[in-house]
């Protein structure tokens, strides 16, 4: 069965300190997130990409977090430098990108906890 | 921005027990799923309800959307150790079917 790939899963950093997520979603999936989960609530989305596009970034802290799909395939979230509160699990998801008024399933991976000393 | 208020926040509850999770909000939603997150996972679709009323059942797990579409439920019977876990609804707004504002969550523990 098709899965969204992450890595790493664990990473502990300090703070000011760059990291960087990866993340390969499924094979044929046009749309990509990113998410910031905290411990216990629910995810947050911060960019979603359609292909290589950003569609939305509006709650992506643009001074420090950047991300990119280059290719339209895998993609890559950097944070730099990293603060005490971006501890968090950090999800990506992918879908088919569908659209009109079909539900567009999102497939999450098993995501990246940071912690950041 | 559209907010949907889980509750309770918190359960625990012994093997055999029923329970009931409520998703709402004020808004409306032209979609709502839920997932069902282990602790080091990501979270994992159970269900997806589109139209109002709808019931669906998976199991010993049942799910209802509101008729106005702004709420919805989750029951499940006779839970198990297996059921815990975090507990998230997430709807999608009318007109963006890709994109999904979470709920709250639901803690819920199952113990023997």
């Known amino acids: ?117 | 921005t559209q907010l949907l208020e889980q509750s309770p926040q918190f359960l625990s509850i012994q093997e055999g027990e029923n329970l009931t999770v409520y998703c709402n909000s004020s808004s409306v939603f032209s979609s709502l799923q839920w997932y069902r997150q282990e602790p080091g996972e990501g979270p994992v679709l159970l269900v997806t309800v589109v139209t109002g009323g709808e019931v669906k059942k998976l199991k010993r797990l049942t799910f209802q959307f509101g008729d106005a579409r702004k709420d919805s439920s989750l029951h499940i019977t006779a839970a198990q150790p297996g059921d815990t876990g975090l507990y998230l609804c997430a709807g999608s707004p009318p007109g963006t079917a890709s994109k999904l504002t979470f709920g709250t969550g639901t803690r819920l523990q199952v113990t023997l």
């Open chain 1, 1 to 117: 069965e098709a899965e969204v790939a992450q890595s790493p899963r664990y990473k502990i950093t300090e703070k000011s300190q760059a990291v960087a997520f990866w993340c390969d979603p499924i094979s044929g999936h046009a749309t990509l997130y990113w998410y910031r989960q905290i411990l216990g609530q629910g995810p947050e989305l911060l960019v979603q990409f359609q292909d290589e596009s950003v569609v939305d970034d509006s709650q992506l802290p643009k001074d420090r977090f950047s991300a990119e799909r280059l290719k339209g395939v895998d993609s890559t979230l950097k944070i730099q430098p990293a603060e005490l509160g971006d501890s968090a699990m950090y999800l990506c998801a992918s879908s088919e990108g569908l659209a009109g008024g079909n539900t567009d399933t999102q497939y999450f991976g098993p995501g990246t906890r940071l912690t950041v000393l």
